[in-house]
């Protein structure tokens, strides 16, 4: 088993040398636009549903809760379908992009 440390070099030795310089790229791996547009979409599908359902059983459907309940699940599909929507749609955008590029070449 090889150490860590050089031979004849103490723990302390090591420690006190200056790092190496790397060429590590410390960008972030997803942008922030796509953390915000999850962030959003998150919020949806938790007020949406819980909203609707609020607004719906006494105002709409007269205390049915099965109804007010059914129109929730409804728009946590609606909200999941969106979400997915503009996915696929950015995707796309990046496909089209990518084929700009590459046909400019």
Same mark, same amino acid.
């Given at each position: 088993?090889?150490?860590?440390?050089?031979?004849?070099?103490?723990?302390?030795?090591?420690?006190?040398?200056?790092?190496?310089?790397?060429?590590?790229?410390?960008?972030? /791996?997803?942008?922030?636009?796509?953390?915000?547009? /999850?962030?959003?979409?998150?919020?949806?599908?938790?007020?949406?549903?819980?909203?609707?359902?609020? /607004?719906?059983?006494?105002?709409?459907?007269?205390? !049915?809760?099965?109804?007010?309940?059914?129109?929730?699940?409804?728009?946590? !599909?609606?909200?999941?379908?969106?979400?997915?929507?503009?996915?696929?749609?950015?995707?796309?955008?990046?496909?089209?992009?990518?084929?700009?590029?590459?046909?400019?070449?």
């Amino acid at each position: 088993m090889t150490g860590r440390r050089p031979h004849g070099q103490s723990y302390a030795d090591v420690a006190a040398k200056a790092p190496q310089p790397t060429d590590s790229d410390v960008t972030p /791996l997803v942008p922030a636009d796509v953390i915000y547009k /999850l962030l959003a979409f998150t919020a949806a599908m938790v007020i949406g549903p819980i909203g609707m359902y609020f /607004l719906t059983v006494n105002s709409i459907y007269g205390g !049915n809760a099965t109804y007010a309940g059914a129109t929730a699940a409804i728009t946590a !599909n609606v909200v999941l379908f969106g979400y997915i929507y503009v996915a696929w749609k950015e995707d796309q955008g990046d496909r089209q992009e990518a084929a700009k590029a590459k046909k400019a070449q």
